[in-house]
């Protein structure tokens, strides 16, 4: 049960600062969550994090900071979204080796989005296709038609679907991340691989029943410290579901490299767990 120091890890969430406020880090996007919390910013849920990482003030060089970071902790690769990577072209193709991309969707777009995606694939390769569906305007439940094309072509290209689950950090309705929608889109569409992201809380049961019943349906530890991974995930990834659970961190948007890896000393995981919860798993559902 020892924690490996030795897997080239993959990462399946992370992000680079973009927008104007971030130009002074991610620290003080935390802090105006505090000051101004009416305003809009990247980091929604900021009041949920402590000691959020900086990672410098320099655009510059924020990828070369974060691939330093990465490789303190053996991280070989991490997924980053495509339109964040692309404001940074120079930086990224200096490290292509280190980074994979997903496309964050808008449901509402309908074909123009699908179009998006095609182009994105041939043009990057993205990996996956993420989804916040709290945060989407008008918001749009897992489980609803608007989200169907995008399963379809999440099965044309042979890409995962990576969807928030469980009550969402930022202060918004939770109607549209419940767990149990899940059950009709992986009966509907039983060739899309599915991970799940940010923790399913409270129906993180339900998460592993669900994970039982469908082949295709996995979890990632996104935005979780590993103190607070949930129990039942531990015990399934230790039981019936080793080949299931996906490592993924939240740097530097909420938790920093060094807590994530500190606290992963202590995740109970048996030995056989770890390879596949820190790299395998990851290689083989997301094609890298």
């Given at each position: 049960?020892?924690f490996?120091k030795d897997?080239?890890?993959?990462?399946?969430m992370?992000n680079?600062p973009?927008?104007?406020h971030?130009?002074?880090?991610?620290q003080?996007?935390a802090t105006?969550?505090?000051?101004a919390?009416?305003?809009s910013?990247?980091?929604?849920?900021?009041?949920?994090?402590?000691?959020?990482?900086?990672?410098?003030?320099?655009?510059?060089?924020?990828?070369?900071n974060?691939v330093?970071e990465?490789?303190?902790?053996?991280?070989?690769k991490a997924m980053?979204?495509?339109?964040?990577?692309?404001?940074y072209?120079?930086s990224?193709?200096?490290?292509?080796?280190?980074?994979?991309?997903?496309?964050?969707?808008?449901?509402?777009?309908?074909?123009?989005?699908?179009?998006r995606?095609?182009?994105m694939?041939?043009?990057h390769?993205i990996?996956?296709?993420?989804?916040f569906?709290?945060a989407?305007?008008?918001?749009v439940a897992?489980n609803?038609?608007?989200l169907y094309?995008?399963y379809?072509?999440?099965?044309?290209?042979?890409?995962?679907?990576v969807?928030?689950?469980?009550?969402?950090?930022?202060?918004?309705?939770?109607?549209?991340?419940?767990?149990?929608?899940?059950d009709?889109?992986c009966?509907?569409?039983p060739?899309?691989r599915?991970v799940?992201?940010?923790?399913?809380e409270?129906?993180?049961e339900?998460a592993?029943k669900l994970?039982?019943?469908y082949?295709?349906?996995?979890y990632?530890?996104s935005?979780?410290?590993?103190?607070?991974y949930?129990?039942?995930?531990i015990e399934f990834a230790?039981?019936?579901?080793?080949?299931?659970?996906?490592?993924?961190?939240?740097?530097?948007?909420?938790?920093?490299l060094?807590?994530?890896?500190?606290e992963?000393?202590n995740?109970?995981f048996?030995d056989?767990?770890?390879?596949?919860f820190?790299?395998?798993?990851a290689?083989r559902v997301?094609?890298?």
């Amino acid at each position: 049960m020892a924690f490996p120091k030795d897997i080239r890890v993959i990462d399946c969430m992370m992000n680079i600062p973009t927008d104007e406020h971030n130009v002074a880090g991610y620290q003080s996007m935390a802090t105006m969550q505090r000051d101004a919390p009416g305003k809009s910013t990247t980091m929604p849920a900021g009041y949920m994090f402590k000691n959020v990482p900086n990672i410098g003030s320099d655009p510059a060089k924020f990828v070369e900071n974060m691939v330093a970071e990465m490789d303190k902790y053996n991280i070989a690769k991490a997924m980053l979204p495509i339109d964040n990577a692309l404001q940074y072209p120079e930086s990224l193709d200096r490290f292509k080796d280190r980074f994979f991309c997903s496309v964050t969707i808008n449901p509402i777009l309908g074909m123009e989005e699908i179009r998006r995606i095609r182009r994105m694939k041939k043009e990057h390769d993205i990996k996956a296709l993420t989804y916040f569906p709290a945060a989407s305007v008008p918001q749009v439940a897992l489980n609803e038609r608007e989200l169907y094309p995008f399963y379809a072509e999440c099965i044309d290209l042979d890409i995962p679907f990576v969807g928030n689950v469980g009550v969402p950090g930022p202060r918004f309705p939770l109607r549209t991340q419940k767990v149990e929608h899940l059950d009709e889109v992986c009966w509907f569409f039983p060739e899309l691989r599915f991970v799940m992201r940010h923790g399913a809380e409270p129906w993180e049961e339900l998460a592993v029943k669900l994970m039982l019943k469908y082949p295709n349906l996995y979890y990632s530890t996104s935005a979780f410290a590993p103190k607070h991974y949930p129990k039942a995930v531990i015990e399934f990834a230790n039981k019936r579901g080793p080949d299931k659970i996906i490592y993924a961190g939240y740097f530097p948007a909420g938790l920093s490299l060094e807590r994530i890896f500190t606290e992963l000393q202590n995740v109970p995981f048996k030995d056989e767990v770890w390879p596949k919860f820190l790299r395998e798993n990851a290689a083989r559902v997301f094609k890298l």
